[in-house]
């Protein structure tokens, strides 16, 4: 999965950013944008994020992707909120009054939530994996964590390889997956195949690592430095956001 | 299904969640040493693959949580793995948010740490052929758990999401069925095939 990412070509202007700058800029929009109380501050914000995601050129497909693929969590919770919030009633079925506030509420939600994903998505999840564990690391999350999310992001790809052709030969044996005991067995073997293999491969990984003298640490090797454009990005977002959410506090 | 995006829950819970975890990821990254990463990162990368697997339900389908089967071979070391888990999960398909992370971690690690406590002791005295049961009981005690805290989380942040989070404890029904299933064949399949791995586990970082 993570090598059918959307990655940002290396030329791209966001690809000269300092990537602790991006980071903490997706956090900050996030802090921002989920402090807002209005629905029409959240429209901006999600216009913001919109605009962000489009100057990189994949924003269109990542969001529509993102909107259909809506999960059972966000269904169930704007089915129910026009219900359960209280106000004027805009829509009514049988005993059911659906408010207008609810609505807005849920509305509010779906573009809040759906804004910061996608300012994370192009932000962050647009660096590379080895960039994004060093940044990490400059910005004082711990040393061992970053390893294991280095060594898990690396070995992803290889353990979906595995997986992929697993399924393969499940498929080729005719195996349609449907709601029986039959699937939840199978799936269940899969699944343990993969804990044996994978189980294996860190055995391997862990032996040459040894064999090229590894002691337990990793050194980071990167020069990340603070330029001219990083603060002009930082101007850039941080005024809008700032205006935001004075904006937001005012009417 | 256990990711709730950012924008949701309210500032307090964002806060609580947020420093809980951190203390819960400090405690359990202590325990763990460095020669026991490429391990738990594979384990990591493993459930983080094999929730990608969409289990057919009546006419919908469901995706596994698994954090139950961690907790039950990892321990403490769930907790890291759990988190770099969602953290891709997050900045990669944008599943779940960036402030909810903390609340995110806890409503999973915290299962998985029940189920470490509960039914781990049990791992080593296994008899053969009782694998099933135990993987059952972790798969479904991980997802019940789970959806218990979502729905909390859910409740605790507004009267109004109190409905949506019934029926969200609803949903995580047939969920936990499918799951004890899929992880009881699969306790089972490991202690047939590859019983060191749930002992090795078992017996360095417990």
């Known amino acids: 999965m993570i090598s059918a990412l959307p990655l940002a070509p290396r030329s791209h202007w966001i690809g000269g950013l300092d990537p602790r700058l991006r980071i903490l800029s997706a956090l ?35 969001l529509l992707r993102r909107f259909l693929a809506l999960e059972g969590f966000m269904l169930i919770l704007l ?93 080729a044996r005719a195996f349609v997956p449907r709601s029986n005991r039959h699937t939840w067995n199978s799936y269940g073997w899969l699944l343990g195949m993969l804990l044996v293999r994978s189980a294996e491969r860190s055995r391997r990984m862990m032996a040459a690592m040894r064999c090229r003298c590894f002691r337990g640490h990793f050194h980071l090797l990167d020069s990340i430095q603070w330029r001219r454009a990083d603060t002009t ?4 977002l941080g005024l809008p956001l700032a205006a935001l959410a004075i904006l937001d506090r005012l009417s | ?39 738990a990162a594979m384990l ?7 929730a990608l697997i969409s ?57 998985a740490l029940l189920c470490a406590l509960l039914l781990r002791p049990l791992l080593r005295r296994l008899a053969p052929g009782r694998g099933f049961w135990l ?30 989070a019934q029926v969200l404890l609803v949903t995580y029904l047939p969920l936990a069925l499918v799951e004890s299933f899929v992880t009881g064949t699969a306790v089972a399949f490991l202690h047939r095939v590859a019983p060191d791995l749930l002992l090795h586990t078992e017996a360095s970082s417990g």
Do not use: C
């Not at chain 1, 990005?233 to 850039?236: E, H, K, M, Q, S």
């Not at chain 2, 039950?72 to 992370?101: E, N």
């Open chain 1, 28 to 62: 900050l929009f996030a802090l921002v944008t989920v402090s807002l109380t209005k629905l029409s501050t959240a429209l901006v914000a999600f216009v913001l994020a919109a605009a962000l995601a489009a100057s990189l050129g994949t924003g269109l497909r990542v």
């Open chain 1, 79 to 171: 089915v129910t909120l026009p219900f359960t919030v209280s106000g004027e009633p805009l829509v009514t079925l049988g005993p059911l009054a659906a408010s207008g506030s609810g609505v807005a509420l849920a509305v509010e939600i779906l573009l809040k939530a759906n804004s910061i994903a996608l300012v994370l998505l192009t932000l962050v999840g647009s660096l590379e994996p080895v960039v994004l564990g060093h940044a990490l690391a400059r910005l004082g999350v711990p040393e061992k964590l970053v390893h294991l999310l280095l060594m898990t992001v690396g070995q992803v790809h290889l353990l979906r390889e595995e997986f992929v052709r697993l399924r393969q030969a499940m498929r």
């Open chain 1, 233 to 236: 990005w930082a101007l850039g």
């Open chain 2, 1 to 39: 299904m256990a990711h709730i995006p950012d924008g949701v829950l309210s500032a307090p819970l964002l806060i609580t969640g947020g420093l809980v975890s951190a203390g819960l990821l400090l405690v359990s990254l202590r325990q763990l040493d460095y020669d026991r990463l490429p391990q």
């Open chain 2, 44 to 50: 990591s990368a493993t459930f983080f693959v094999a």
């Open chain 2, 55 to 111: 289990v057919p339900i009546g006419p919908s389908s469901v995706h596994l949580l698994l954090n139950g089967l961690m907790g039950l071979l990892l321990g403490w070391t769930a907790v890291p793995a759990l988190f770099v888990a969602l953290v891709l999960q997050a900045i990669f398909f944008g599943f779940g948010g960036i402030l909810v992370l903390g609340v995110n971690t806890l409503n999973l690690a915290l299962p």
């Open chain 2, 135 to 164: 993987g059952a009981a972790a798969g479904g005690l991980g997802v019940l758990a789970t959806g218990a805290l979502v729905a909390l989380s859910l409740g605790l942040s507004g009267e109004a999401f109190r409905p949506a």
